[in-house]
DNA sequence: TAGATTGTTAATCGATTAACAATC
DNA sequence: TAGATTGTTAATCGATTAACAATC
C-alpha cells in the first residue's frame, strides 16, 4: 500500500472534507448493489472531477484496478477504515437542553458505532430523567464518570458560558475528542481534536450569500 | 468605496467563512467598549495573519484608517451590513422533531433578526401544539402558506425522505434560501442559495481527525 | 490484444502571505 | 513631523486539473 505522502506535508483540509462524500455515495451504491464505479463517474455524481478523486484516494493508497475502476465494497470497506469506521465509540453528553436531546435522539451516529454512553446538565430538574436509554447525571459527576469509564468523544452542547470550562474538564479526564455545539471557538491543546457545528456561522454565510448571490465562487 | 473586485471571479469560499468569525468578535469588542482595532491585534485574536484579514475586507471596501486601523463600532457595522443583518428575514421551519425543536427554540438567531414565522410538519400528533409562539401546520398548508406571506428562508429539519420534496415545494412558492439540516444533497436551481448543517458529517471528520491526528494539516 | 481506467507527475489555477508605497 | 498601519501589488505557497505512462 504505497502513500502518495509522508506524514510531512499533511492530508489537506478539502480531503478530509470530501472523504464523507465519498463514504455516503459509495454507502449508497452498495445498498444497490452495484459492483464497480469509475472516478469519472464519482466525479459525476458528486460534482467533482475525476481527477480530483484520484488525487484524494492516493493519499491513502491504490484502491482501484487500472482498466477496470473501483469494486464498489472494497473502496466502501477502505473509506470505511480511513474515516476510523472500523471500531466503536464511546461518546458523552454535557448539556441536556433542546439541542442535546435532539443529538441524544439521532439515530444515525448510533448506526455507525458512536454510542452516547452518559449524559450531564446541570438543571435539577432534568437530574434523573432519562434520555436515550440514558440517566441524566448532574455536571459535579463528570469527573468521577471519566475516572472510571473509557470515553472517546465529548459532545458539548451546553450555553455558550461554560463551553470552555466543561471542555477542559473533559480534557483533565483524558478524552481526546471533541464535538462542540456551543457557539465559541473551544481552546485545546496539543493532540485533542476538534469538531464544531456552529449553527449561527451557518445562518451568517447563508444571509451572506442571499446578499452577494451574483458574486459569489462555485 | 472602491472595490477590489468586480463580479467577474467572486469572492472566495474562505472569506465568507472568516466575515462571520470577524463580526462576532467585532460584536465582543463592542461590548467592551473597545474603540479600535488593527488588522494584527484581529489576526492574533483569531489566529489568521494581519494580511489575511486586510486582503478579505478589501473585497467590499476601505473600513480604515491608514496609520490608526479600524473603529470597531464602524467595521461592526460594516461587516454586518456586509452580511446582511441590517434587515430582518422571515422563516418557516419545515419538520418540528427533536432538531427542530431545538433550532426554533434557539433564541440566537431571533436576537438577530431572523425569526421563524411559520412551523410544519406532517405528524397529526403535532399537529395544533405550540412551538416557540407558533402553532405547528400539516405540510399540506405549505404551498398556501407560501401564497400568502413572505418567506426569506425555509429551515429544513425533515427525515431525508422527503428533504428534496419539501425543498422543491418551498422553492416553487418563491422561497429563495434554504437552511438544510436533513442528511442529503438537495438539489436547488440557480438562484436559489444553501446552507447545509450536516452532523454526520462532521462527526465523520471527527473520526477521520482522531485516527489521523499526526497527519493533518492545520 | 485492444480498450479502458488507474495512479502519479507536471501544469495550472487560486488563495495566502510578504512587502511596501500611500497616508493618517 | 515621526510613527504606525492601511490597502494593494508581487511573490509564494498549496490545491486542483490535465495529461499520460502503466497496466489490468
Redesign the interface.
Known amino acids: 500500500m504505497p502513500v502518495r505522502d509522508g ?1 510531512k ?5 478539502g480531503v ?2 470530501r ?3 465519498y ?2 455515495y459509495l454507502a449508497e451504491l452498495a445498498r444497490q448493489e452495484v459492483e464497480k464505479v469509475s472516478s469519472s463517474e464519482l466525479g459525476e455524481a458528486l460534482g467533482l472531477t475525476a481527477a480530483q478523486i484520484r488525487s484524494d484516494l492516493s493519499y491513502f493508497g491504490s484502491f482501484g484496478q487500472h482498466g477496470y475502476g473501483y469494486r464498489v465494497d472494497e473502496l466502501y470497506n477502505q473509506i470505511s477504515s ?4 472500523d471500531r466503536a ?1 464511546n461518546l458523552i453528553l454535557i448539556g441536556a ?3 442535546g ?3 441524544a ?2 439515530q ?2 448510533r448506526n ?1 458505532g ?1 454510542e452516547i454512553k452518559a449524559i450531564f446538565d446541570n438543571d435539577p430538574l432534568l437530574e434523573g430523567k432519562y434520555l436515550s436509554g440514558c440517566i441524566i447525571q448532574p455536571i459535579d459527576k463528570l469527573t468521577e464518570y471519566l475516572a472510571n469509564n473509557p470515553v ?2 465529548a459532545v458539548i452542547t451546553t450555553p455558550r458560558e461554560v463551553a470552555q470550562d466543561v471542555c477542559n474538564q473533559v480534557i483533565a479526564g483524558g478524552v ?2 471533541i ?1 462542540n455545539f456551543a ?1 465559541v471557538r473551544l481552546q485545546v491543546p496539543e ?1 485533542v ?3 464544531h ?22
Chains 1, 2 share one sequence.
Open positions: 506524514n506535508t499533511g492530508i489537506p483540509k478530509i472534507n472523504l464523507p462524500l463514504y455516503r480511513i474515516l476510523g469506521l465509540y437542553g433542546n439541542l436531546k435532539a443529538i435522539s439521532y444515525n451516529f455507525r458512536f472517546d468523544i481526546k475528542a464535538w457557539p493532540g481534536v476538534l469538531e457545528i456552529h449553527l449561527t456561522n451557518s445562518l451568517l454565510r447563508l444571509s451572506f450569500k442571499m446578499k452577494h448571490s451574483d458574486k459569489i465562487k462555485d
